[in-house]
């Protein structure tokens, strides 16, 4: 069963516009899918440079490779032949034809070698990661999540409720599209597949020779620490790897699009603030496996429940901004005194603070640390508590309470 994408129309919008798309984010979730669902009915070719024939063809003489696969052409997994991109680069320059490339990469565009010297300004990069709560509830206009009342009462019509359980589902479940459509029914079959890909496959393409065991031990270590700071120490520990490994292997999942990182937000009047990053997994699904829940009932009830909460929101939030290609500017913030807020978004000068909280109703003390934000330069605008209320309220025009089933 096929499940509509956000980033469909934006796609069918720069085609006609960007003479390339380059579609980002990892295995699994989908991004193949979504365009050859896209190109049924017209004459575009498809080629994946998972095909050892092809790959080898495109990295060794790529000038024949496009005489033996004709644009208008999807490339799939475009990252294995950077070669390429020298290539598309001289026949854009030379055709001008909007939507003549689509290409698909499992590794961040910011990330991926070779793309951004030769293809600069000649290609719309989107980022797909895994089902977003809105594709997965069929909601129509997918937007950027916003603290724009009237936006989430209208939203809210068309949702039901959700308990604390149902969202805990959604956790443990995780939101990869073969899990979501159910042509897999057992999570811990396929991710454990998943895992051993990765490590077997595109780690290894990107690091050259890699401890399996290894690199497992500190793949469930990282799982442990979402939502946390960032500790190379701890994690190097208790992978028993050096804090160097660690580094270089967390890099590997950012690249891959495993996990991405929220910095605190900080500028010339805030001057306490702290400057490590927190770590995040776009999916929850794989963080629940490799933490060894066993089901959503005792992961909502575990020690991790509210790491994993905050994990889930926060993932939400990020891709809702990716489907509508839209730059997140989003940080959380903490001073020195150990003061924090978990979400700060910026946007057109304003400050958007946002609390998290595993509660039906929360109390409005929890509120106070928005005052945090008063002494920066940007103006502190309307903040929320995004909690497992069951409608959308507020304790004041600038506060409000805000269901998570409305992100």
């Known amino acids: 069963m096929y499940i509509k994408r956000d980033m469909e129309n934006i796609v069918l919008k720069l085609t006609k516009e960007y003479p390339a798309i380059l579609i980002t984010g990892p295995r699994q979730v989908g991004k193949t899918t979504m365009l050859q669902n896209l190109m049924k009915g017209t004459d575009r070719a498809y080629v994946s440079l998972d095909d050892l024939n092809a790959r080898s063809l495109a990295k060794s003489d790529p000038d024949m490779f496009f005489q033996v696969y004709k644009t208008p052409i999807l490339i799939d997994e475009v990252q294995y032949a950077p070669e390429l991109f020298t290539y598309i680069k001289i026949m854009i320059d030379k ?9 698909t990469g499992s590794q961040i565009f910011k990330l991926m070698g070779g793309v951004q010297e030769s293809l600069a300004g000649r290609v719309a990069v989107l980022n797909l990661s895994s089902l977003s709560q809105n ?10 999540f916003s603290l724009d009342f009237s936006l989430l009462a209208e939203k809210q019509k068309d949702i039901e409720p959700k308990t604390v359980i149902d969202i805990f589902k959604r956790i443990y479940k995780g939101s990869m599209p073969s899990l979501v459509s159910g042509a897999y029914l ?16 595109d780690v290894k393409e990107i690091s050259g020779s890699i401890d399996s065991l290894a690199f497992f ?3 469930v270590s990282v799982s442990a620490r979402t939502s946390q700071l960032v500790n190379y120490a701890d994690i190097a520990r208790d992978a028993e790897i050096d804090q160097t490994t660690a580094k270089k292997w967390l890099r590997i ?18 001057k306490r603030t702290i400057k ?20 959503a009932e ?9 790491a994993i909460f905050e994990n889930y929101v926060v993932s939400e939030i990020i891709k809702s901004y990716y489907n509508s290609a ?23 000068g304003k400050l958007f603070p946002i609390e998290i909280k595993k509660t039906g109703n929360p109390p409005s003390q929890l509120t106070r640390v928005f005052k945090l934000l008063d002494n920066s330069s940007l103006i502190r605008s309307t903040g929320a508590i995004l909690c497992m209320a069951n409608k959308l309220s507020a304790f004041t025009a600038n506060e409000l309470i805000v269901p998570v089933s409305l992100i």
């Open 253 to 270: 999942l950012e690249t891959l699009g495993i996990i991405f990182y929220l910095h605190p937000f900080s500028n010339n009047t805030l």
């Open 135 to 144: 594709e997965i509830y069929n909601q129509n206009n997918p937007k950027p």
């Open 298 to 306: 005792t992961l909502e009830s575990g020690a991790m429940n509210g």
């Open 217 to 219: 031990k500190f793949i």
């Open 326 to 348: 839209v730059t997140p500017f989003i940080y959380y913030y903490r001073d020195k005194d150990a003061r924090e807020i978990d979400i700060v978004i910026e946007k057109d």
């Open 276 to 295: 490590t990053p927190k770590l995040y997994f776009y999916d929850t699904g794989l963080v629940s496996y490799l933490t060894k829940w066993s089901s």
């Open 95 to 103: 055709n001008h034809t909007p939507g003549e490339f689509w290409l």
């Open 186 to 201: 057992d999570n811990n079959i396929f991710y454990s597949s998943y895992v051993s890909t990765y490590i077997e496959r």
